[in-house]
């Protein structure tokens, strides 16, 4: 059982925390495991062990006796997440389920899985061989089975293992008893990814895609995935399209810290020619390299179009450092757009750059530091992180101070004792240096970002005389949900980035606006 009664007022500025408990079934009684933990527990099938993560260690209680083991004691692999870049307690890589009837349990590193005896009479088992890391492949089980509740010597489990250099996915296959490099099934400049199994019968359905392709079921009738047969054609019009193609594109930040991102360049690229370049990101996307992206009209730019129109896309990953989030996303990706330029890809002269709630406040820092980009996008922003540090999310009622002293804002303090954190990173305090024209979207009845953010950015860029056009969709949320506003927004952000990074005629509602007409 979880209880978060003692940090009712804590998770405010912190985040989610619970105590754990143990409950006795017959006598009702409960027992404190341990208190303020962040993750979930894991209780075994048969009842008598529970495995759970608390700053970065891995522990087991057995209920019977109360005992608590530290599993991870003494080993020098780490259990934590080691690119986590948040001012807050660092997670884990996650449980991967139980194993010879609960007897033992499963634990991800990084690449790797890791097999404990929860009695302590043998020594941490690593079932994948140590092969994860010397490939650099996260291994990751796949559990076919809703109702199977430990693996056993007979099984063979089945893994996806995503490349974190090529960002591919693979699938495989490997034992608990005879550790060795996981057997290599399905493998390709692509993503794989197990959907099911046949309950009485070795016959599995599988996944794969890449940009160009999209994610059809594929079916296999053996353990091996051998002799697969494709067996569906969801999308056979993608033929008909200049679809596309994906690069991966790496570069250091001025720290010399390595990146990663990928570009989306059109079906008819020239190697010899420069493009204009729309970036578009959102902490990390480099993941995304072989993900199938179906076009469809909402707050993200559809690849396709802005392909058709002659640019490169453009999405890089950030790397984080506590306390300057603005100056994070500003290295990241200027030195990423360096990296366009020098590669003979990008048009120094024709970047544009867009982000959504996180890096549309990103987006907004950027264009008051730079005049590199031509045109700019962010929907729902927030503007000052001194007025936003004390307002409401409404979807949770929560209030927003956790975002800034522990989680994605990055801050690592109160408004107190780091205000000048505060001040460097908001957009709203160097607005007077902002010169590239920019265009902000808000829905007025925002869960996550109060409006207001926008508000304030929007009279700041007025009292200057500078070029920001504020499109408010009333009755809307953290992004429109209804078609016309959806369409309308994705027309007005082509139309936007068109003349300004590629010179078209400008539309009337750049020059003129749109009068207002109130609530």
């Known amino acids: 059982a979880y209880s978060d009664y003692n940090y009712m007022k804590e998770k405010t500025w912190y985040g989610e925390l619970y105590d754990v408990y143990s409950i006795d079934l017959k006598s009702g009684g409960k027992r404190l495991i341990e208190p303020k933990v962040e993750e979930s527990a894991n209780i075994?099938?048969?009842g008598k062990y529970i495995v759970y993560y608390k700053d970065k260690q891995w522990y087991a209680f057995e209920n019977t006796t109360g005992?608590?083991?530290?599993?991870?004691?003494?080993m020098k692999e780490e259990f934590y997440d080691i690119d986590f870049d948040m001012p807050m307690s660092i997670p884990s890589y996650g449980f991967a389920g139980w194993a010879e009837e609960g007897k033992k349990a499963l634990v991800y590193d990084k690449f790797d899985i890791w097999m404990f005896?929860?009695?302590?009479?043998?020594g941490p088992k690593n079932i994948t061989n140590f092969a994860g890391r010397k490939s650099l492949v996260s291994f990751r089980l796949r559990n076919l089975d809703k109702e199977k509740k430990y693996y056993t010597s007979e099984d063979t489990l089945l893994l996806q293992g995503y490349n974190n250099f090529t960002k591919v996915q693979w699938l495989y296959s490997t034992n608990l008893n005879n550790p060795s490099a996981p057997n290599l099934l399905q493998q390709g400049d692509k993503k794989f990814y197990l959907i099911a199994k046949a309950e009485f019968s070795p016959t599995y359905y599988f996944t794969r895609e890449s940009y160009e392709e999209y994610p059809d079921w594929w079916v296999a009738q053996n353990a091996e995935l051998t002799n697969a047969k494709k067996i569906s054609d969801v999308n056979p019009q993608v033929k008909d399209y200049q679809w596309g193609?994906?690069?991966i594109v790496r570069w250091a930040n001025s720290r010399g810290d390595s990146l990663d991102g990928y570009i989306i360049k059109p079906h008819n690229y020239n190697p010899k020619k420069r493009y204009p370049v729309y970036v578009y990101f959102y902490e990390r996307f480099s993941d995304r390299t072989y993900n199938f992206n179906t076009p469809m009209i909402n707050h993200r730019p559809v690849p396709q179009v802005y392909n058709s129109a002659g640019y490169v896309m453009f999405l890089p990953d950030i790397k984080y450092y506590n306390g300057t989030?603005?100056?994070?996303a500003l290295d990241a990706i200027m030195t990423g757009s360096n990296k366009l330029i020098e590669m003979g890809i990008g048009d120094k002269d024709k970047f544009c750059i867009q982000g959504h709630s996180w890096s549309a406040y990103q987006t907004a820092y950027i264009v008051t530091q730079t005049d590199f980009f031509k045109a700019a996008v962010a929907g729902a922003p927030v503007a000052n992180m001194t007025s936003a540090y004390g307002q409401i999310r409404l979807e949770s009622g929560l209030t927003r101070q956790f975002q800034y002293e522990a989680q994605q804002s990055r801050i690592g303090g109160t408004l107190w004792d780091s205000l000048d954190n505060y001040l460097?990173?908001?957009p709203l305090f160097h607005v007077n240096k902002a010169n590239t024209p920019i265009l902000v979207m808000h829905g007025d009845i925002d869960e996550a970002v109060p409006w207001q953010q926008s508000i304030e950015l929007y009279m700041a860029y007025r009292r200057f005389g500078k070029n920001l056009i504020f499109l408010q969709y009333e009755n809307e949320p953290h992004w429109p949900g209804r078609?016309?506003?959806k369409l309308d927004y994705a027309t007005k952000m082509k139309e936007f980035f068109d003349h300004y990074?590629?010179?078209?005629?400008a539309k009337d509602w750049i020059i003129n606006g749109i009068p207002y007409r109130g609530k």
């Open 67 to 74: 005992k608590k083991s530290q599993l991870n004691a003494n």
């Open 117 to 122: 005896t929860l009695d302590g009479s043998q």
């Open 245 to 247: 193609t994906t690069e």
């Open 501 to 505: 990074t590629l010179g078209t005629p």
């Open 424 to 426: 460097l990173n908001s």
């Open 483 to 485: 078609y016309q506003n």
């Open 44 to 46: 075994s099938p048969d």
């Open 325 to 328: 989030p603005g100056p994070d």
